[in-house]
């Protein structure tokens, strides 16, 4: 606890500096970066210790003189520790040449500190042991992520999205303090662990209470609203920290809560299970219909939330029915797609921001042709792709595999339990069918083809602070992917306190795992032989390069190449029962027609509902009520005259 403890103190530090120096601007990105890596760096080693046995013994203090805040590691904690601290290192260096603008120098220091306590706040709340300690760090979580939304505050779209982020995770964090109260109710303590204390029909309640908070959190459908709106919004070093990190928060909060509650009912998993069907499918549909990039990766951050559910759903299910196998492939196919996530989404949003800063474009349409101006760019984004579509060899294919083990598990049971497991089977296979077919769209407009504009045209690499972070997280995704048994340990110790753990159980996970392992060093030594061969068949032959091949047309131009909607329309048109489909189109009405115009937007049904059925209906009735508001104080202390002789009785 003592390294974690100096690991905050130190990036506290890292993040004041820049407030103090920030005058000096090369001096202040410098001096930041390295003591903020410097700290990170530190509490990586302190959650690897905890892994290896060392003590973790609680740090505690009083607040305000009544509270107790409370900190504690356990191994799930140190589990969750692991990206935050991996990531956000990595963030960060990227940040010193994204952040750039020295004519900003005020807006980036401040830019720096709520980094820092951005940070801060998420290891405080995996490592909170009292309900105070885990409100306020959440509470110092959402403000910081807040203000780092609306960066370019001056811009009225991030201001938008600043405010649609503050109404989700205020509503989310409402649900949460309601699921504590309730607890306190019950137990009259302030200790998370009395949590299993609460009578048995209480907890059901309390659960699907937080659940609620903490989905929101993390991006779970419906109340995923706010991601692609903030995401696009932050700079693309915060986007990657949120979606890469900081939407785990909301996972680590359903499965400690599922610990500590320490209920084993059927209809906990079943929920959790079903949410994640729903968040999977849909994110990645929606994904396919955006051409905004950022905006596409959000809602892929939607559909990752929704596999990572579906392992803990199944592993929840698993303990529920006794099945121990189903729960621990599950349990850890979940947490470590938590891990697998905060790689390959962090990489992918970095490559995006590397995009974004040498074109000045989002929109996929106007791209194109940038592997060749942007090469590490494009090569480590196409294996984020691969990693995030659960292609073999990279990460994102173990995590999956054992959730897909997991779930075959409960293919042997009768009535409502092999319903759900053949329904999880056939979402994840929908899931990541529809995410291969998403980023080979994304590749293929974005890096490879021509270049559609002038700015994509004109691109060039970024600079080596920004592609060494890539090239890491790249590596890192083909290195857990052909030797996952270290990183499948962690997270199955990351389990331990949640379930228990058959023998049996044990044995068939590291059966599984060295299976993996073989697979996938055999699929990356075959491809390194092809690549070989390749060379060697080439070897002293002429090669010519040109243009790509126009199907016969002797000048083909770029507008002859796919656009986002022609390659993803057909597939999207398929769920229009889930999505909402506008398309605009001025036809051809004369024999001499002017430039025709066809456009199609994707609208999350989500958000249309929300703003059609409750915001516009609310803002309405306010509206009628704006003559209470008339600026005379003898009737407003006239209200609270009335309001205290109301309330009298009932004190």
Known sequence: MEIFSLSVVVLFVGGLLPLVIFRFFRLMKAVYTTITVVGCLLGLYGAVTIFSGAAAGPYSLHWLHF???RFFLDSLSAFFLVPIFGVCPLAVLYSFHYMDDSNSKIETGVHFFFTNVLIIAMALVVAADTIASFVLAWELMSVSSFMLVIHDYQNKTS???GYIYLLFTQTGAAFIFAAMGLAYGYSASFDLVALAQLPEQIKPVVFMLALVGFGSKAG????????????PAAPSNISAIMS???IKMGIYGIVRFYALLGTTGTVLGQTILLAGMVSGVLGVVYALGKHDLKKLLAYHSVENI???LIGLGIGMVGVSSGNMKMAVFGFVGGLLHVLNHAVFKSLLFLGAGAVLKKTGVNHIDQLGGLLKRMPITGRTFMVGSVAISGLPPFNGFVSEFLIYYGAFQGLGAAGGLFILSMLAILSLAVTGGLAAACFTKVVGLVFLGEPRTGQAASAVETRCCATVPMAVLAGACVVIGIFPEPFVQVAFMGLKGLVPVSTAAAADLVAATANLA???RLFAGLFLCCVVLRKIFYLGKKIRTGPTWGCGFTQPAARMQYTGTSYAMSVVKFFSFFVHI????SGIKRIFPDRPCYETRVDDIAETVLADRI?????YFLGKLRWIQHGHIQLYIGYIIVTIIVLLPFI
């Open 615 to 619: 915001v516009t209906p609310m803002l």
């Open 582 to 585: 506008r398309t605009r189109y």
């Open 67 to 69: 509270f107790q805040l």
């Open 220 to 231: 779970m459908f419906p109340l995923h609203i706010w991601l692609p709106h903030a995401h």
């Open 306 to 308: 929704g596999i990572i």
């Open 244 to 246: 890469g990190v900081m």
């Open 518 to 520: 073989l697979a996938g």
């Open 159 to 161: 201001r938008r999205a």
